[in-house]
């Protein structure tokens, strides 16, 4: 079940970062075709290049057709969505910035229960943020309220703040249950990079970097 959660957590931030991006693109590349275009259309006719001014303003009217005047406000949607999930998947992994030079510094029995206690009120604090989001999201429902592009409901938006608020409350949890039984914290080698280790320990790699000239021993 935990497998299953992951993955859905790993997908949703995924997806929501390349859709985010692919969007933007796209926006990017329609304001400044239509605006190139035009501009185009208006210098050949200037020129005396009918041929080539008819063609720009084509190119023109052809982009100017879709109307993208929404994307901006889906890509903010999706951040949002993205920024509360990847929070709960930070907690995870272990990669939320934190100073710990008091910490470290405390005998290994009384910084056990430091931790226990910081990652409980981790908790208590995602779960009131969700309790209170859940409570927002209902009268949000009751108002009816839309977005101004899109036109979305905007409980649909705002669901965000006790889906990713609650699935933070369990990481924490989940992350002290398994401190409090292993002592150990989830954490990231920020010098590793994935893909790296498997490609320069592979047979092939290695070959050719002992063959290579000033390789090292």
Same mark, same amino acid.
């Given at each position: 079940m935990l497998r299953i959660l992951d993955r859905l957590e790993e997908t949703i931030v995924g997806s929501l970062i390349a859709a985010a991006t692919l969007l933007i693109f796209v926006?990017?590349? *329609?304001?400044?075709?239509?605006?190139?275009?035009? /501009?185009?259309? /208006?210098?050949?006719?200037?020129q005396g290049l009918m041929t080539l001014s008819n063609g720009a303003r084509?190119?023109?009217?052809?982009?100017?057709?879709?109307d993208l005047s929404w994307a901006q406000e889906l890509c903010i949607f999706m951040f949002?969505?993205?920024? /509360?999930?990847?929070?709960?998947?930070?907690?995870?992994?272990?990669?939320?910035v934190g100073v710990d030079i008091a910490l470290q510094k405390l005998h290994p029995g009384s910084r056990h229960k430091v931790i226990v206690f910081g990652l409980l009120c981790g908790a208590l604090f995602t779960f009131v943020i969700g309790s209170f989001g859940a409570k927002f999201v209902r009268d949000m429902y009751l108002t009816g309220q839309q977005s101004n592009d899109l036109e979305a409901p905007m409980w649909l938006v705002y669901l965000a703040i006790p889906c990713g608020s609650l699935l933070m409350c369990f990481r924490f949890l989940q992350v002290a249950y398994n401190f409090a039984r292993t002592g150990e914290l989830p954490h990231t080698d920020e010098s590793h990079?994935?893909?790296?280790?498997?490609?320069?320990?592979?047979?092939?790699?290695?070959?050719?970097? *002992?063959?290579?000239?000033?390789?090292?021993?």
């Open positions: 926006a990017v590349l *329609h304001r400044y075709g239509a605006d190139l275009s035009i /501009k185009l259309s /208006k210098w050949a006719a200037a084509d190119v023109f009217l052809w982009v100017s057709s879709f949002v969505w993205m920024a /509360k999930f990847g929070a709960a998947y930070g907690v995870r992994t272990g990669v939320h990079v994935e893909g790296i280790d498997e490609v320069e320990n592979s047979p092939v790699f290695t070959e050719h970097a *002992h063959a290579a000239p000033g390789a090292r021993p």
